[in-house]
């Protein structure tokens, strides 16, 4: 909690050098954090985006045998080989619920050698 | 493309640079230059096969990433951008490289979402993608011919402009001299080796274009003093001669931001998130120049590569032209900035502004040239047969000359023809394409692949002529406001015919009356208020407003956002109320169905649609399979055109054979038949990538995004 006030207040002291100066348009933090705050942002969602795709592909397969799954713009794309073979080495123990041999054989026909 | 503070300049006028300004080795390097892009040219016309349509307008699909890379960023960055972005980046700040960053995202999403689908269709043209599409002709003629609306109207007129003000400031050499010289040293490459002449040159002059504006960039920064310097300096940018009751000539307080007031400001971030990106994704996800080079790639792989490549490159423009533009207002207030219009008359001509001149003033002043103003001495002595410059002293007054002499000035001559060359030559090239595959062909349908090769290069030529012809008009437009209207024509006819492309590769049920009637009320729209524009220039800085509030208060990028919401609904309410498109016009041409197998019946049934007759569609089919195999035997080797060059030597005589081979063409066939389709692989094999690789590729990608994400931050 100490540490989450320290920030706070450097912020605040960081605004107020900041608004000190007149006549420019006020930035309220320095360029560098704004930027790196964008790519956190930007990753945190490519990561979340690529945790529905993998819960999401993961579903329908029990269903198709050819998994089209697409994510939206600019995440990795899976492909149906590349995606069982990796998702055969990944899948660990959280997804052992959905794993059976039925789920197992269709992968290996699949999987395009 | 940014919209600069409008200037235009009289190229018949010199503002005060009365000698002549380069020297021998000046001209040295110029001339190296022609010779090297003209080798390369010849080169690459060794290299590939093309007397086919595919090889000539797709380069037989066999190029690698790096000139996919390399010919995208050539083709986009053109003499218009040194010119403009430097104006901008002199005039407005830093906000028109959003235009270059908002392509960065688009060019990926080309790599990702589009080219799949394009690929997956097997179309050459985008009109041809959109007649696969949707069906009918009137769609794929429409387009057509907008498509070379656009490219004569505004892209190869304003690269002239542009290219034009560069050699009247710069060479003071006769216009048209220069011009005609070097539109026909490019079009013997073009003519001759079609794309892939095109997009090996294109690499070339990429490489010349980087070395030289970043040298120019070296030498500005360390004119002005460095980063901080700039920083600090380009508030106190102020001409002397300015009316102190008005704004004009102050720069602006968010010179240095890129997301501006939504309200008051030249580019305001909303419209900069939205109203930018749906003409950003027209211009490359679906302008014939830009895919054409996606889809001349060996595979998906290459062409993401290619796109990846492409995307690092547009990071570079805002470090070699916005900052230089700016660097030039600090150094040269007066000149740059001028306020006072009868000041900037004189200085280049028009009353508005001379902004423009921003880079020319940067290369002519900074770099010297080895004649300089009486009072410098300049030293310098043969060693060992090569000419050493030592250095210059320095007269008091004057930006220090440096150590470096001669070669420079040439070389950045070489740039802006290497931008220049690049832009048109891939727009000849595209043009030709459309006009061939799309017009030519539906003129005669049975055209044999022999007519539509010579057709192809007559159109190349016929569009020289065009480009020599905007000279005359590019003279007469002193003081006028020609080519921001010409800008704004693209602002306002792109955004319909984007939201007709993205709704016809991700939604299936798009169908052609909702794609007409879209397109054809958006153009409306967007037309009306192209003409409102026209009627209602805008004010100079120091005049009143006295526009009508529609034109005065929605900034044109909301319009475009609004423009495009519009077509989304008619689109998608017409497609809606009328008939499902047949399953034939969904198979592999959206996003969903890109992996369907293709049915080889329902492909031969459509490629001879034009043909009449049911006997020649069987006849036809199996001449396709038969040509499709020989394609595929003659596409490798160069001992099967040897061996077909020999045989016509022995028919005919041997200038004819030579002419034939100069210009890429094989002996006419007996019994030629129509053009086979591209080849119909089966879209699921021709989109398989390697597994490793889509890996490395898909991680640069979030690397890229990453990078471009964060730059958009610093500079928010």
Not at chain 2, 256 to 263: A, C, K, Y
Not at chain 2, 363 to 385: A, D, F, N, T, W
Not at chain 2, 674 to 692: G, T
Request: glycine share 8%; proline share 5%.
């Amino acid at each position: 909690m100490g540490r989450a006030t320290t920030g706070i207040l450097w912020l605040m002291l960081t605004l107020g050098v900041v608004t000190a100066q007149i006549g420019k348009v006020d930035r309220t933090l320095p360029q560098w954090l704004t930027g790196i705050i964008a790519v956190g942002v930007f990753l945190f969602l490519i990561f979340v985006a690529f945790l529905v795709n993998k819960a999401w592909c993961q579903d329908s397969r029990l269903e198709t045998k050819e998994c089209e799954c697409v994510e939206t713009t600019g995440y990795a794309k899976t492909r149906d080989n590349y995606n069982t073979s990796l998702d055969t080495v990944m899948n660990g123990d959280d997804e052992g619920a959905y794993e059976n041999m039925a789920l197992e054989s269709v992968e290996d026909k699949a999987t395009a050698m | 493309m940014a919209t600069t503070q409008g200037t235009t300049v009289p190229p018949s006028q010199s503002p005060g640079l009365g000698v002549p300004t380069l020297v021998t080795i000046d001209i040295v390097v110029l001339v190296v230059y022609f010779l090297l892009v003209l080798a390369v040219g010849l080169w690459s016309m060794w290299k590939t096969k093309r007397s086919t349509v595919d090889g000539y307008f797709l380069a037989g699909k066999s190029m690698s990433w790096w000139p996919v890379g390399t010919s995208l960023f050539a083709s986009n960055v053109g003499s218009g951008h040194f010119m403009g972005l430097a104006g901008s980046g002199a005039a407005a700040g830093i906000s028109a490289v959003a235009y270059e960053w908002n392509g960065m995202l688009m060019v990926l999403l080309l790599g990702w979402l589009f080219l799949p689908i394009y690929i997956a269709s097997g179309v050459t043209t985008m009109p041809e993608y959109l007649q696969k599409r949707f069906g009918g002709k009137r769609i794929q003629l429409f387009i057509a011919i907008l498509y070379l609306f656009i490219y004569i109207f505004t892209k190869i007129s304003v690269d002239m402009y542009a290219g034009a003000v560069f050699i009247q400031q710069a060479l003071q050499w006769n216009i048209y001299v220069a011009v005609v010289v070097l539109l026909l040293i490019t079009a013997l490459y073009t003519v001759t080796g079609g794309l892939a002449a095109v997009m090996y040159t294109d690499a070339a002059q990429t490489g010349i274009m980087l070395i030289g504006a970043l040298s120019l960039m070296g030498f500005s920064f360390t004119e002005v003093g460095g980063w901080n310097a700039l920083l600090e300096g380009y508030a106190t940018a102020i001409p002397s001669v300015r009316d102190p009751n008005t704004t004009c000539g102050i720069p602006r307080d968010d010179a240095f931001h890129l997301f501006r007031d939504p309200v008051t400001s030249d580019l305001p971030w909303p419209g900069i998130l939205l109203g930018m990106s749906i003409p950003s994704m027209w211009y490359w996800c679906s302008d014939q120049v830009i895919v054409q080079r996606s889809l001349a790639a060996k595979n998906l792989l290459h062409a993401k590569g290619g796109s990846l490549l492409a995307a690092y490159l547009k990071i570079l423009p805002f470090f070699m032209m916005v900052l230089p533009g700016m660097i030039s207002r600090i150094l040269y207030p007066d000149e740059v900035a001028c306020g006072d219009p009868e000041v900037c008359t004189e200085v280049c001509g028009n009353p508005v502004g001379c902004s423009d001149i921003a880079y020319a003033k940067l290369v002519m002043k900074l770099l010297p040239s080895g004649r300089l103003p009486r009072g410098v001495v300049i030293e310098g002595r043969y060693v060992r047969r090569r000419w050493v410059p030592l250095l210059a002293i320095r007269e008091l007054g004057t930006p220090t000359q440096t150590a470096l002499s001669g070669g420079l000035r040439g070389l950045m001559m070489a740039v802006m023809i290497a931008a220049l060359m690049s832009s048109l030559t891939s727009i000849f090239n595209s043009s030709s394409t459309i006009f061939t595959m799309d017009l030519w062909r539906h003129v005669r349908p049975r055209a044999t692949e022999w007519e539509l090769m010579l057709v192809g290069r007559m159109f190349v030529l016929v569009l020289v002529v065009v480009s020599v012809l905007w000279i005359p008009v590019v003279q007469a437009s002193q003081g006028g406001q020609l080519f921001i209207y010409i800008q704004s024509i693209s602002t306002y006819l792109q955004p319909p015919v984007s939201i007709v492309f993205l709704t016809g590769c991700f939604w299936k049920r798009t169908n052609e009356k909702g794609a007409f009637w879209g397109l054809f009320l958006g153009l409306l729209v967007g037309g009306v208020r192209m003409a409102l524009d026209f009627t209602y220039p805008s004010p100079l800085c120091y005049q009143e407003d006295s526009r009508p509030d529609v034109v005065k208060h929605v900034h044109y990028l909301y319009f475009s956002t609004v423009l495009s919401l519009l077509t989304l609904v008619v689109v998608v309410g017409v497609s809606l109320a009328t008939e499902k498109p047949r399953p034939e016009q969904i198979s592999h041409l959206t996003w969903f169905t890109r992996f369907d197998k293709v049915e080889k019946s329902s492909g031969a049934l459509e490629t001879v649609e034009t043909v009449t007759s049911a006997t020649e569609t069987e006849e036809s089919a199996e001449q396709e399979i038969e040509d499709r195999e020989q394609e595929k035997a003659n596409g490798e080797t160069h001992l099967q055109r040897k061996v077909s060059s020999e045989a016509s030597v022995r028919s005919q005589s041997r200038l004819k054979a030579a002419l034939y081979w100069l210009c890429g063409m094989e002996r006419q066939k007996e019994g030629d038949s129509a053009p086979q389709p591209p080849l119909l692989l089966d879209p699921a094999s021709s989109l398989e990538e390697d597994p490793c690789l889509s890996h490395v590729v898909d991680a640069n990608l979030i690397i890229c995004l990453s990078i471009a994400v964060f730059i958009i931050g610093y500079w928010a």
